[in-house]
């Protein structure tokens, strides 16, 4: 039988993608290789097959309008098959349809709640375009419980008795490195294993279809797409990405590294070469405290900080002199399960309290049994760092008390762990992150200069804090307000380092707020 054939995809990736048999598939990498072109492709590839209506697929944006330009990639390639299809372009329908009953539908969704829309629907096919644009993964995972059918195909026999496959379950998603939701995808898709490489994933289950236990392969991949795979691409549009002016931008666009600060708050001055150094004994006339970020079903943050008063410390051997203000960050307790993002501990401020005074009592050198809430969350310290910790600033809101109870200050007090309020005055989130940017230029204009020490106040982070060191770096910018961090992403660490770079330098109070404990 000879075929027309209207559409094929181009050698590479492109096939790659529309072959891969995996469950959870990314594709990913520069601009122009045909993502899009795939994604469609990937689903239209079951149309006609005998599924029918069972053959139901779904692709996300974050916004309407955003759906504009998959809309317009579908019509061009599905009418090449001149099978009848039909576009509805209602706003409430928004969808392919074919005479054999499948559906392809569009949509828009960017938070978990948008899930409940489609809480019980069945699709097949799920796919995410441009999946960085999801701020965080929790829509992501709650959509997969979609992931399904109730075809068999022995419900189902061809015409000659014969049976069809069982239906396949895919997620399929395209993006480029970059934008809001950059961290979290890089994080399931790319840190894992190498691209190209199938993550293998088992798990027993009962299998209602044959009534029991059964080891289940899930498999998930991230391939990687470039521009040069693509013929048709003008190499104007090839010119245009290369002069792109920001660094990190090009890099991914042109690149498609994911080793880059996504469209960061911060990313123009952050230098991890410069801003993360080995740890150093605090002398004991610096001033120490912490901050504190209060959070239950998303991640409290506990910052310990080491404020210089302009007297030398030794480095490596070598005598340094930072000028009275320099901030440094000196030990992590962020409350989010290990390898989670976003995802609270659900901890009593009991708990965190123990927590934290263990913590003070460990930085100064003081040994007692460790409390089993520090068996949770991301801790990040060394013991012996200095002599003393005081109280710092925390959230305003756990100043906060009810009718007939304590605030969660007060319990913390109860535990021998006191607080100061954060300045929280309106202004202070795009003050707190202008005075982060002037503290780290004036640590990359020490780099330059010929003592090689700032002149103004700057700041460091001691290099075991790699909880914070993979945040805040990439903390992207409010697109409404590009002074201001986007508040939707994982900003916890961040609202803690703002309210302790907020406090007037050189004034802090030194008041110890280490209890008593038995060396």
């Not at 290789?33 to 697929?57: H, I, M």
């Not at 002599?387 to 100043?399: E, L, N, Q, Y």
């Amino acid at each position: 039988m000879a075929y027309n054939v209207v559409w094929k995809p181009l050698p590479g990736s492109q096939s790659l993608a529309l072959s891969c048999p995996c469950n959870e598939i990314l594709y990913e990498g520069t601009r122009g290789p045909g993502k899009t072109a795939a994604q469609l492709a990937r689903f239209r590839r079951n149309v006609g097959r005998g599924y029918g209506s069972f053959w139901r697929g779904i692709i996300f944006d974050i916004e309407y309008k955003n759906l504009a330009d998959i809309i317009t990639q579908s019509k061009r390639m599905f009418r090449l098959f001149n099978d009848g299809a039909r576009f509805l372009s209602s706003a409430s329908e928004l969808k392919w349809v074919w005479p054999t009953g499948e559906e392809l539908l569009f949509r828009f969704a960017k938070d978990e709640d948008k899930y409940w829309d489609y809480h019980g629907q069945e699709f097949p096919f799920i796919g995410f375009n441009e999946l960085t644009k999801q701020t965080s993964s929790a829509f992501y995972e709650a959509i997969m419980s979609c992931l399904r059918s109730s075809f068999r195909p022995q419900d189902y026999p061809r015409p000659d008795g014969s049976l069809l496959p069982n239906i396949p379950l895919e997620m399929f998603s395209t993006s480029n490195p970059f934008g809001v939701g950059h961290a979290w995808v890089k994080k399931r898709f790319i840190e894992p294993v190498p691209r190209g490489r199938v993550l293998r994933t088992k798990q027993v289950v009962f299998n209602p279809q044959t009534k029991q236990d059964e080891e289940i392969t899930l498999t998930r991949v991230a391939i990687h797409g470039s521009y040069k795979e693509n013929p048709f691409l003008d190499p104007v549009y090839v010119a245009t990405l290369m002069n792109i002016r920001d660094p990190n931008r090009r890099k991914a666009w042109v690149e498609g590294s994911w080793d880059v600060t996504s469209g960061g708050r911060f990313d123009h001055l952050w230098r991890e070469s410069t801003h993360v150094i080995k740890p150093f004994q605090i002398p004991a006339s610096w001033h120490v405290d912490r901050s504190h970020d209060w959070g239950e079903s998303k991640p409290f943050a506990n910052l310990w900080w080491a404020e210089s008063d302009g007297s030398a410390v030794a480095i490596n051997g070598r005598h340094r002199v930072f000028p009275k203000g320099t901030l440094f960050l000196i030990g992590e307790w962020y409350g989010c399960p290990p390898g989670e993002l976003n995802t609270g501990l659900n901890m009593s401020s009991t708990d965190v309290a123990k927590g934290v005074r263990w913590i003070d009592a460990r930085l100064a050198g003081q040994t007692a049994e460790m409390p089993a809430s520090l068996n949770q969350g991301q801790v990040n310290i060394m013991p012996g760092l200095c002599s003393k910790v005081a109280p710092g600033p925390a959230d305003s809101s756990i100043f906060n008390t009810g009718d007939h109870e304590l605030s969660i200050a007060e319990k913390m007090r109860k535990q021998g762990v006191s607080w100061r309020e954060s300045d929280k005055r309106p202004g202070s989130r795009k003050n707190g992150a202008s005075l982060f940017c002037d503290m780290l230029e004036a640590a990359l204009n020490g780099q330059v200069s010929e003592s090689g020490q700032p002149e103004e106040p700057a700041f460091y982070v001691f290099e075991h804090c790699r909880g914070w060191i993979s945040r805040i770096p990439i903390l992207p910018r409010d697109s409404k307000d590009p002074d201001d961090v986007d508040t939707s992403a994982e900003d916890h660490d961040w609202d803690a380092t703002r309210y302790r770079v907020l406090v007037k330098r050189g004034t802090a109070s030194h008041q110890a707020s280490v209890p008593h404990m038995h060396r």
